[in-house]
């Protein structure tokens, strides 16, 4: 009864159609004769609040959408079409509703993820004792009890030995994610069997799972370009439907004609198709971890004609890792892996992290060292097992200067020990697997440029380039120089980074890209589309999708021109009645609806993952795009 009462509410002129109807079907078996005069007034009264509602759409610069529902309802209460007239009314009143509906099926996969968020946590005291406090109030520093099956409040560190969380909704990996003591457990993972104490890092405002929300809740409170759409077809099918109307009119003698005509010829196709194809497009991109925005977003989307993508955690995997031992004669042994591991240990440096996990791959035993000191721009140095250890660069470990010339893109961790040097490590940050993929696919997509633009060397630049298939380079690039190379693409312009010297040049593309699973804050901010998955991938599926959006929308609004315009031809012959007529364009509308969700499921020969499992994959049999060594 509550949601027959906020329905209600919700769609007034709705309940007040339904209800003249039925006084009207009740009044017309009893042969009350005042039902004619009861319908028609009530319909000019609809036709008034709509003119008043058109004319604030042509203050607000739309004209023409309302106008041919005006001329119809008005004609048919002329012309005693009186059941036409309150149909015409009963199609324009119930197409919010149906478009509300649809609205709400398209935008389920956004919704659920708003349902999952959780408002309170168990936060520990002093004691030991739990406190439920609410997610907003939980401080940095605080030590939260995450019960199975509940879901992390917050990003923290973990305090316990053991945990396993399901990540889905953060990274759309569906496998458990094991994590060791003093890992970080971010927000909106699911705590598997057993119970996990963390020390929380952020707060929730800053926490990843509210940065995904607050970018869903952004994507639910836009609006669909409807009204451009809409307004391109409204003129030339109003100008059609009055021709069609006036012709009929003059040639049979008839005012009955035009009234026939203009029931046929309500704009509903034009107000309903686009925004609900929008909003379908946009949960089926949640669906594939690819959070859009908003909806205007989609049609940029559909018309890229050039791509710029970062290079370092965009088309790399921006962690570097070890490749070899590079040691001349010598094999670097496993106790100097873990003399270097302990000294990179208390380093904060990205390579650093490579050397650590290198040992721990190996499962060697870490010992403590101390006295380590780090020495800025050459490495780090200390004692371990009463030796002293030198690890990085050539300079700081003496480094023999007869060693192999590097691959671009490769660099070596020296390592000395009581200052003679014992070897190196070559580490790599490694292109991804699926790169090389996403660019054919683009180029597939109709993407004319793909450029690299990024801050590395010009020789890195292109190795990476040459493996991915990219055919354009601008390396050594500041992020202001990145924003001026932006500028003087072929537009419209799709920028892909992740991290905090790509948010300018997101900001100034078209339409930015950032990859969100890894990236920065600052990316995902100024980004238009936030992919939430660690899967460059993704990036070509943002473009498809806008693609086949916009490709549905107006379909479903060519489909809804062209049967009203079969209609209102029909209708000007003379032998379908206005009621009929009438009927004939709520099944129009329905039409129009049930094509517009099509824009929720892929195309045929869409590929939802560069392996092209379970679908056709669009990049078999595309042309060579190998690049021919063209820097910018």
């Known amino acids: 009864m509550e949601k027959v009462i906020q329905g209600m509410r919700q769609y007034p002129e709705l309940v007040a159609t339904i209800v003249v109807g039925i006084l009207a079907l009740v009044g017309t ?30 203050l607000g610069g739309a004209w023409g959408i309302d106008l041919l529902a005006v001329t119809a309802i008005i004609s ?69 009890l995450v019960r199975p ?8 560190i973990l305090n316990t030995d053991y945990a396993v969380t399901e990540e889905s909704s953060l990274t759309g990996e569906s496998l458990p994610v094991e994590h060791r003591r003093a890992d970080q457990v971010l927000s909106g993972g699911v705590n598997g069997a057993k119970a996990m104490e963390i020390t929380a890092t952020a707060l929730a405002s800053e926490s990843q799972y509210q940065q995904i929300i607050k970018l869903v809740e952004q994507a639910q409170a836009s609006q669909a370009p409807v009204v451009r759409i809409a307004d391109r077809v409204a003129v030339p099918f109003t100008l059609i439907a009055f021709v069609i109307a006036g012709v009929a009119w003059w040639y ?34 949640a669906e594939e971890g690819i959070i859009i925005k908003d909806s205007g977003t989609l049609e940029r989307l559909s018309r890229i004609r050039t791509v710029a993508m970062d290079k370092t955690g965009t088309l790399t995997q921006g962690e570097p890792v070890v490749i070899a031992d590079d040691s ?113 696919t683009m180029h597939q997509l109709g993407v004319e440029d793909i450029i690299m633009i990024t801050g590395d060397s010009l020789p890195t630049a292109q190795a990476i380039a040459a493996e991915v298939g ?28 992740d991290g905090v010297n790509d948010a300018p040049v997101l900001a ?5 890209i950032a990859m969100g699973a890894r990236g920065s804050t600052a990316a995902s901010e100024t980004a238009d589309v936030v992919i939430m998955r660690d899967d460059i991938y993704r990036a070509a599926r943002a473009i498809a999708i806008g693609k086949r959006t916009m490709q549905v929308a107006l379909q479903a609004i060519g489909i809804g021109v062209g049967l009203s315009i079969v209609l209102m031809l029909v209708g000007a012959s003379g032998i379908m009645p206005a009621v009929v007529g009438a009927f004939m364009q709520e099944i129009i509308d329905l039409a129009c609806i049930l094509w517009a969700l099509l824009a929720a499921r892929p195309g045929r020969g869409e590929t939802p993952n560069a392996s092209g499992q379970n679908e056709s994959s669009p990049v078999t049999g595309t042309k060579n795009f190998a690049p021919h060594a063209k820097v910018a």
């Open 470 to 497: 990219i055919n354009e380079i601008n390396a050594e690039l500041l992020p202001a120089d990145k924003v001026t190379a932006i500028k003087h693409l072929t537009h419209p312009v799709a920028a892909v980074g």
């Open 76 to 144: 048919t209460v002329v012309v005693g079409e009186y059941w036409a007239a309150l149909i015409v009314c009963l199609m324009l009143s119930g197409g919010e509703a149906l478009e509300d509906y649809a609205a709400r099926r398209a935008r389920k996969q956004l919704s659920g993820l708003l349902d999952s968020v959780p408002t309170t946590a168990h936060v520990l005291d002093e004691a030991g004792n739990t406190v439920e406090t609410a997610v907003e109030n939980i401080e940095v520093g605080q030590r939260i």
């Open 29 to 58: 078996a009893l042969g009350v004769s005042e039902v004619k005069l009861l319908v028609s007034v009530f319909a000019l009264i609809m036709a008034a609040i709509l003119s008043w509602d058109m004319v604030k759409q042509i």
């Open 328 to 440: 001349g004669d010598l094999d670097l042994p496993e106790e100097l892996l873990a003399w270097a591991a302990a000294l990179e240990n208390q380093s904060p440096h990205p390579l650093a992290k490579a050397v650590v996990q290198a040992a721990h791959e190996r499962d060697l035993d870490i010992p403590l060292a101390s006295e380590v000191e780090e020495i800025s721009g050459h490495g780090v140095r200390g004692t371990v097992a009463g030796h002293q250890v030198a690890v990085g660069s050539a300079r700081l470990t003496n480094a023999p200067g007869d060693l192999q010339t590097l691959k671009p893109g490769h660099i070596r961790v020296h390592v000395a020990v009581d200052g003679k040097w014992k070897g190196a490590l070559e580490l790599s940050d490694e292109v991804r697997p699926d790169a090389p993929a996403t660019i054919a």
């Open 149 to 156: 099956g509940e879901v992390v409040p917050v990003d923290g």
């Open 508 to 512: 100034t593309a078209d339409v930015g």
């Open 252 to 285: 049979s003698g008839d005012p009955v004609r035009l009234a026939q005509v203009l029931v046929v010829a309500t704009p509903c196709p034009l107000l309903l198709a686009a925004p609900v194809a929008f909003l379908a497009g946009m949960n089926r991109a």
